[in-house]
């Protein structure tokens, strides 16, 4: 056991030395320009009451599924909710899964089959690399948003091919070339899986995603709608076509063997699903908020801040030696900004990342460029 400990204690002390030792913290009081609660449903009284009052109906279902959905875990209300979603999303069918990382590993593991050939944007998120490596496909990366370097990788593909993309970046704040893409995948019958975590809530006319925004339902194969940031609840949902629900549930290991969502969780998701078409004012306040913060970080020296449609904010500093040192004078002027380190964004690309809200103020805006001003 101490040799466990010791090699443990090294990896630990190796992260320290490079300045990238992870910690959980916790904050009170600071002003949210860290969380993934764009449009503030996450602390919306409406939403709450509104999640309140629809418990009731469903006083004679368990508190917890009980377990896993093809034994004694599924319910009506399940079905009712992957139904609101499909239609929501203008799908035939969706399924729901714990988590937005599950729901990747859930069907990145089982789709691709062996000799088939699967190309992802570097960019993509952790979750989606991590399915890939549970499957049975050849697998490789192109240059992030290229089109071009992704249709020559096209052209050594062998067995049905898959394209993966994020519509909004989690770490950059950009948003895929979804139409090109869209095309590309069309003219060599490549399936697109488009994750739309960072999208679902900010675009599309009810806040359905950029896919939907673009038109694109009828394009992409299938997507990955998210409940933990925008929707300000829990899970995530495969949404595409009945044959692909129908296969997860067959195929899916992280389906299969994971014990279903809690009836508090679902009825939440019904909840926002209820709020979400009503939230237009949210959506373009945020934008609007986010522009303004991008054009104020501009002007200043010392840094620089990308990209400029974007409700996530990469602040590079000129000095990125002093990147935790200035997110650490920011929290104590009050502004919850966090930095984002290697492993998680590649090596000289450490940045501040700065997530812009419909609940944050112009003041909060003017307070935040004053404390990165006073910082840098």
Do not use: W
């Not at 602040?315 to 998680?344: I, M, N, S």
């Amino acid at each position: 056991m101490s040799n466990i400990l010791k090699k443990l204690e090294q990896k630990l002390a190796e992260r320290a030395a490079q300045g990238t030792l992870r910690q959980l913290k916790t904050t009170s009081g600071l002003i949210d320009f860290c969380s993934n609660d764009y449009l503030g449903l996450a602390r919306s009284e409406e939403l709450r009451a509104l999640i309140h009052k629809e418990e009731d109906k469903y006083k004679h279902l368990p508190l917890g599924a009980t377990g896993s959905r093809l034994l004694s875990g599924n319910h009506p209300l399940f079905e009712e909710l992957e139904s609101i979603i499909a239609r929501y999303h203008h799908t035939e069918a969706a399924l729901l899964f714990n988590s937005g990382y599950s729901a990747n590993v859930g069907l990145l593991s089982a789709l691709p089959q062996r000799g088939d050939t699967v190309f992802y944007d570097e960019a993509s998120h952790a979750s989606m690399k991590d399915g890939l490596r549970l499957s049975f496909a050849k697998t490789y990366s192109f240059r992030h948003n290229s089109v071009e370097d992704l249709r020559q990788k096209l052209k050594h593909a062998t067995g049905q091919v898959y394209v993966l993309v994020e519509s909004v970046y989690s770490m950059d704040g950009d948003a895929a070339p979804l139409r090109e893409l869209a095309e590309v995948c069309k003219d060599q019958e490549a399936a697109l899986i488009v994750d739309e975590a960072h999208a679902v809530g900010l675009y599309g006319e009810k806040g359905e995603g950029l896919v939907s925004a673009l038109g694109l339902e009828q394009d992409v194969f299938a997507q990955v709608i998210t409940y933990g940031k925008a929707m300000g609840s829990h899970g995530a949902a495969v949404v595409g076509p009945q044959a692909l629900r129908d296969f997860l549930i067959n195929f899916s290991r992280a389906f299969i063997y994971t014990t279903g969502l809690p009836t508090h969780a679902l009825v939440a998701l019904k909840c926002a699903y209820t709020l979400l078409p009503q939230l237009t004012q949210e959506r373009e306040r945020v934008k609007k908020l986010s522009h303004l913060l991008y054009l104020k970080l501009n002007k200043l020296s010392g840094i620089s801040c990308s990209p400029e449609n974007s409700v996530i904010l990469s602040v590079f500093l000129h000095q990125p030696q002093r990147l935790k040192e200035l997110a650490a004078a920011l929290q104590q002027e009050g502004f919850d900004v966090r930095p984002v380190l290697p492993p998680t964004v590649p090596q000289g690309t450490e940045r501040l990342r700065v997530i812009v809200h419909a609940f944050n103020t112009e003041e909060e805006i003017d307070g935040l460029v004053k404390a990165i001003a006073k910082g840098t």
